[in-house]
C-alpha cells in the first residue's frame, strides 16, 4: 500500500512539475537590445563663413543647446549689461513679482556716471514686476543694486550667489563681481557661458515676456510725480528700426567702452528657436553695428542650414514579437513607438542614417492589453538622449488549450488515488494470498497432498 501511495505522488508531484514547465519556456528572455551608436557629429561646429564682427560669437539651439556656429566662443571678455539677465532671473525665481521694494541710497548712489539709470530716487517703492521691466527694457543700472540688497544684504554676497548660479548652469570661465555689468576688469564671461545662462533664463516664461516686450510705462511715484516710458533698447525689436529682425523674441544688449557692443539675441522661425551671444563687437566696415549684423547673419545662418526633423514617428512598427503562450490569432504581436521624436539636424540630414537601441521586458507574457508598455527604444543624437515607450500594439490573449489538458490528467489522477482509497478489497485479497504463500513454506516438508506427518 505505502509502496502505491509513493507511485501516485510521484505520478502527480510530476505533473505539477510538467504544468510548471510548460509555461516556463515563455520565461526566456526577450530582450534584444542592438548597440547604442552615439551620433556625435551630426550637427558639425562650423566657423561661419561670413565675417563675424564680435570678439566672441555663439549660435546654439535654444532647446538642445547645441552649438551651431561660434567664433572663440571660450574667450574671456566683458559682458557690460548683458549681466543682467542672472540677476533677473535670481530675482525672479526669489521674490514674488507683486512684492514691493524700497530703493536704497547705497543702491541708488552706487552706480558710476554715465552709465544707464532709470532716475529712481532714495525711498521710492515698486513692485518687482516693475523694476524687473525697468532693469531689462531699459537697463536700468540701480536696479541691480536694489534686487541685490534685499536679496543677499549686499553686492558681495549677491556676487557670490551669482557665481553659484552661473556655476550650475554649466558656465566654464564666468566670474561676476557685480549685478548689473558694471565694468570691473574681475567682472568677466564668454559667449558660450553667457548663452548657457540666456537658454535657462529663455525657459522662464516670466523672464521670455519681459524681454520681448517693445517699452514698458511705470506709474508715477509719490517721489516721482510723472509717468515713466522706456523703449527697449534692443534694436531687433523694433519695426521702425533698420535693424529690426521679424523672428526676434530678445533678449538683452550691453555696452561700456571696455567691452564694446554685446549682445544676446533670440529668434523663432517655423518653430526653431535659436540663440545668438555676441561680444565685444566692432562697427563693420560700412559702419554698421557689428553686433546686429552678426545675430542677423547668424540666425539666417541657422534657420536656412537647420530644420526640425521627425526621425521616428508615433505607431512605427519596430519590432514583431511571437508570443507563446497566446492564442492563434493573437500570437504575432507588433511593437510600436508610442511617441514621435524629432530634433534640429542639418537641413540636408538623412534621419534613416540614426542608430538607435532597443529593450524590451524578458517577461512578455499573455494577456497583454493593447498599448501596455513593454520596452523603450533610445537614440543619442550629439551626446542628447531621446526615447520612446515601446507599447503593444493590440489585445494579445491567453490560449486555454495546455491548462485545459493539464485539468483533466490531474483530474484522472485525483481520481484514480480516490478508487484506490474507497476499494480496499485488492488490499484484502493481496494480503490472504501473501499468508497462503506463507503458510505451503511451512509446510514443504510434508510428502503428499494429505496433511500427514511421515514418521
Known amino acids: 500500500m505505502k509502496k502505491r501511495l509513493i507511485i501516485i505522488l510521484t505520478i502527480f508531484i510530476s505533473l505539477i512539475n510538467i504544468y510548471n514547465l510548460s509555461f516556463a519556456e515563455d520565461n526566456l528572455t526577450l530582450t534584444t537590445s542592438e548597440t547604442l551608436i552615439t551620433n556625435d557629429t551630426i550637427s558639425d561646429v562650423s566657423d561661419p563663413n561670413f565675417t563675424i564682427y564680435s570678439d566672441g560669437a555663439i549660435l546654439i539651439d535654444s532647446k538642445t543647446g547645441n552649438i551651431?556656429?561660434?567664433?572663440?566662443?571660450?574667450?574671456?571678455?566683458?559682458?557690460?549689461?548683458?549681466?543682467?539677465?542672472?540677476?533677473?532671473?535670481?530675482?525672479?525665481?526669489?521674490?514674488?513679482?507683486?512684492e514691493v521694494l524700497t530703493?536704497?541710497?547705497?543702491?541708488?548712489?552706487?552706480?558710476p556716471s554715465g552709465y544707464s539709470n532709470a532716475g529712481i530716487k532714495e525711498g521710492e517703492q515698486f513692485t518687482v514686476s516693475d523694476l524687473?521691466?525697468?532693469?531689462?527694457?531699459?537697463?536700468?543700472?540701480?536696479?541691480?543694486?536694489i534686487f541685490a540688497e534685499h536679496i543677499s544684504g549686499n553686492i558681495s554676497e549677491f556676487a557670490n550667489l551669482m557665481n553659484e548660479k552661473a556655476k550650475e548652469l554649466g558656465c566654464k570661465n564666468t566670474h561676476f563681481t557685480n549685478p548689473s555689468g558694471i565694468q570691473d576688469p574681475e567682472h568677466y564671461s564668454t559667449a558660450y557661458d553667457m548663452a548657457q545662462i540666456a537658454r535657462y533664463c529663455m525657459k522662464n516664461e516670466t523672464f521670455r515676456n519681459i524681454v520681448n516686450k517693445e517699452s514698458c510705462k511705470i506709474a508715477a511715484t509719490p517721489l516721482y510725480p510723472e509717468e515713466r516710458?522706456?523703449?527697449?533698447?534692443?534694436?531687433?525689436?523694433?519695426?521702425?528700426?533698420?535693424?529690426?529682425y521679424e523672428y526676434a523674441i530678445g533678449v538683452k544688449t550691453g555696452f561700456t567702452s571696455q567691452a564694446k557692443n554685446c549682445l544676446i539675441a533670440c529668434s523663432v522661425k517655423d518653430g526653431v528657436e535659436l540663440i545668438a551671444v555676441l561680444l565685444g563687437a566692432e562697427a563693420t566696415e560700412t559702419g554698421l553695428s557689428g553686433r546686429y549684423m552678426d545675430a542677423i547673419n547668424l540666425f539666417n545662418y541657422g534657420f536656412e542650414n537647420y530644420k526640425i526633423k521627425n526621425f521616428l514617428d508615433a505607431n512605427t512598427v519596430i519590432q514583431e514579437l511571437q508570443i507563446k503562450n497566446a492564442t492563434k490569432e493573437t500570437k504575432i504581436l507588433n511593437v510600436v513607438a508610442k511617441d514621435s521624436l524629432s530634433t534640429l539636424l542639418p537641413a540636408n540630414y538623412d534621419v534613416t542614417n540614426l542608430q538607435y537601441s532597443i529593450e524590451l521586458k524578458n517577461d512578455i507574457l499573455a494577456p497583454i492589453a493593447k498599448d501596455s508598455v513593454l520596452g523603450k527604444i533610445t537614440y543619442n543624437i550629439d551626446g542628447i538622449t531621446y526615447t520612446?515607450?515601446?507599447?503593444?500594439?493590440?489585445?494579445?490573449?491567453?490560449?486555454?488549450?495546455?491548462?485545459?489538458?493539464?485539468?483533466?490528467?490531474?483530474?484522472?489522477?485525483?481520481?484514480?488515488?480516490?478508487a484506490m482509497l474507497i476499494s480496499p478489497k485488492n488490499g484484502k485479497k493481496k494480503k490472504r494470498n501473501k499468508k497462503y504463500k506463507n503458510n505451503l513454506k511451512n509446510t514443504s516438508d510434508f510428502n503428499s497432498i494429505y496433511k500427514f506427518k511421515i514418521e
Request: proline content about 1%.
Open 229 to 244: 516710458y522706456f523703449k527697449n533698447t534692443n534694436s531687433l525689436l523694433d519695426s521702425s528700426n533698420r535693424y529690426y
Open 103 to 111: 530703493a536704497s541710497y547705497t543702491a541708488v548712489m552706487s552706480i
Open 132 to 145: 524687473l521691466d525697468m532693469f531689462l527694457i531699459h537697463s536700468a543700472n540701480e536696479i541691480g543694486y
Open 388 to 418: 520612446s515607450d515601446l507599447i503593444a500594439s493590440s489585445d494579445v490573449l491567453k490560449s486555454k488549450v495546455m491548462i485545459t489538458i493539464l485539468q483533466v490528467l490531474l483530474a484522472i489522477v485525483i481520481l484514480f488515488i480516490l
Open 68 to 98: 551651431l556656429a561660434q567664433k572663440d566662443m571660450d574667450k574671456q571678455l566683458y559682458p557690460a549689461s548683458t549681466t543682467k539677465i542672472l540677476t533677473a532671473i535670481i530675482a525672479i525665481e526669489k521674490l514674488s513679482l507683486d
